[in-house]
């Protein structure tokens, strides 16, 4: 579990990135911060792994002040991922997967056995490992930088838009990937995002964030959706652009054509299967 | 007696005027490039510091050789023909190039990547060495390269003092009117900084590889085939 307890970060000119921030993320789940840039949610990604430490306040991992651990050892106890990968130009694909075990100490050859078998995890081919991250699409480097994360077994995953500069496509394929893998890993992550759709889709608990890093409203992805808690979450969801808003019609062959707000078709609604799990987000 | 002849004949010393060479310049170019290293670190971390430094330390090649050469025993106490004070004024000169050479170097490397490396957990000695400077390394080896170059032609001023080297060729060929002892200084100097300038580049390619481009391109683009291996 992390607990964030009334954490804020001022720089020393004064500006607030964070101010008086609270929560909880519970083991085993996913928790999105959703905002816009500026808004300090990669600011309260890094209170995690103190690369960033609050001016006031503190984060508590299983109830240890993560300000009471080395931040060296902390960090590698933390898997963390970042947009543009964040890989070593310099290294080969498995070595850079093997950084984590072999800082903690792990021998040379367990290292790289254990590189290889995540590269099987995150669906990457074994021929890609002794490629430098220069000869990788932009995809497969991030599934380099999640095996990276992941090699050393963290209990805690932190994602910083990791799926931010890909293409729109590759970015839906990862997101699935990451549903699947965090199905069968049940790793408590925290996921970065701008992507209302990302958050919606990936987020067992979402944080909306005003600029400032003041949260707006708090929720699973289904209480956001049903009840926003002001304008600005709503205007930030698109439910006030019509954006979410369906509607469905019979289909001559039955069942129902579910279209947008300006009737653009978006899907079908079988008779059987048309309960409310059909998500607004996909 | 042609050129060709002078040089076949006196041949034996002039390899050891070559050595000589050589234990000048080798040890001027480390010291420099050793000490811009923290130096040049220093000007990334403090940006504030980075023109004083790199800008201060540059200066320093704008004085003359000679005068160097004839003031640094004063201040070092050693003797004016000693190579070690050769050493010392040649170390200077090449600081003087290094340091900037090897701020940019280090200024070079994406934040992206250094953010990574504290984020996975390197000490910040272990981030210096196993992350800034091999990736700092292509811009200080082009950094390096000029230096080495620089050295060897500055290592024949101190001929003038009577510190042997090849350019111990030169003040003995004018002193004694023999062109082709000129010629073959000038000749083997050229020799000597193309040589040490292709040593450089072919250590760059041992220790740097992953800028050799990729053996064949890269097979197709991403998602099909490899995404769906990991759906099952």
Redesign the interface.
């Known amino acids: 579990m992390i607990e964030f307890r009334q954490v804020s970060k001022t720089y020393s000119d004064g500006t607030a990135a964070v101010e008086d921030f609270s929560l909880t993320v519970s083991s085993h789940t996913t928790t999105v911060l959703l905002g816009s840039s500026g808004c300090g949610k990669t600011t309260l990604l890094r209170m995690v792994?103190r690369?960033v430490e609050p001016t006031a306040g503190s984060v508590r991992i299983d109830d240890v002040d993560v300000a009471t651990v080395r931040p060296?050892?902390?960090?590698?106890s933390i898997g963390?991922v970042?947009?543009?990968?964040?890989?070593?130009?310099?290294?080969r694909v498995v070595e850079d997967i093997a950084?984590?075990p072999r800082?903690n100490g792990a021998p040379r050859a367990e290292a790289r056995r254990r590189a290889m078998e995540l590269m099987e995890?995150?669906?990457?081919?074994p021929q890609l490992a002794r490629?430098?991250p220069?000869?990788?699409?932009?995809?497969?480097q991030q599934?380099v930088g999640v095996a990276?994360a992941l090699a050393d077994d963290p209990n805690i995953l932190l994602m910083d838009e990791p799926f931010g500069a890909v293409d729109p496509?590759?970015r839906l394929?990862l997101q699935?990937?990451l549903r699947?893998l965090q199905d069968d890993l049940r790793k408590t992550i925290v996921f970065v995002t701008h992507d209302i759709d990302e958050a919606l889709a990936l987020g067992d608990q979402i944080v909306v964030l005003r600029p400032g890093g003041r949260t707006a409203q708090t929720g699973t992805p289904r209480e956001l959706v049903e009840a926003p808690a002001d304008d600005f979450v709503s205007r930030f969801l698109g439910l006030d652009a019509g954006r979410r808003k369906l509607r469905a019609a019979p289909r001559p062959g039955g069942g129902q054509v579910v279209t947008d707000d300006a009737g653009r078709p978006l899907g079908v609604l079988d008779d059987a299967d048309g309960g409310p799990s059909a998500g607004a987000g996909e | 007696m042609t050129a060709v002849q002078w040089i076949l004949e006196n041949l034996p010393q002039i390899l050891e005027l070559t050595v000589d060479h050589l234990l000048l310049t080798v040890p001027a170019v480390l010291a420099a490039f050793l000490l811009a290293l923290p130096l040049g670190r220093l000007a990334v971390r403090l940006p504030r510091l980075r023109e004083p430094l790199v800008g201060g330390i540059g200066l320093l090649y704008a004085i003359p050789s000679l005068p160097l050469f004839i003031v640094l025993p004063l201040i070092l106490g050693t003797s004016i023909r000693e190579p070690l004070n050769a050493v010392a004024a040649l170390t200077l000169f090449g600081l003087a190039l290094m340091v900037r050479s090897a701020a940019d170097a280090f200024g070079s490397v994406e934040e992206d990547v250094r953010l990574a490396a504290v984020a996975v957990g390197h000490s910040a000695a272990g981030r210096f060495l196993t992350v800034e400077l091999p990736l700092a390394g292509p811009a200080l080896l082009a950094g390096l390269r000029v230096v080495s170059v620089s050295t060897i032609s500055l290592v024949s001023v101190s001929a003038v003092l009577g510190i042997t080297s090849l350019g111990s060729l030169f003040t003995d060929g004018f002193e004694r009117g023999i062109v082709a002892s000129i010629v073959a200084g000038i000749v083997m100097t050229a020799v000597l900084a193309l040589v040490l300038d292709l040593l450089l580049v072919a250590l760059g390619r041992v220790l740097m590889p992953w800028r050799r481009p990729a053996p064949r391109r890269a097979g197709s683009r991403e998602p099909a085939q490899v995404g769906e291996r990991g759906a099952a």
């Open positions: 792994n690369m060296v050892a902390l960090r590698r963390y970042m947009q543009n990968s964040g890989l070593m130009p310099h290294r950084t984590v800082l995890v995150v669906g990457l081919d490629r430098h220069g000869q990788l699409s932009g995809g497969q599934r990276r496509l590759v394929e699935r990937e699947r």
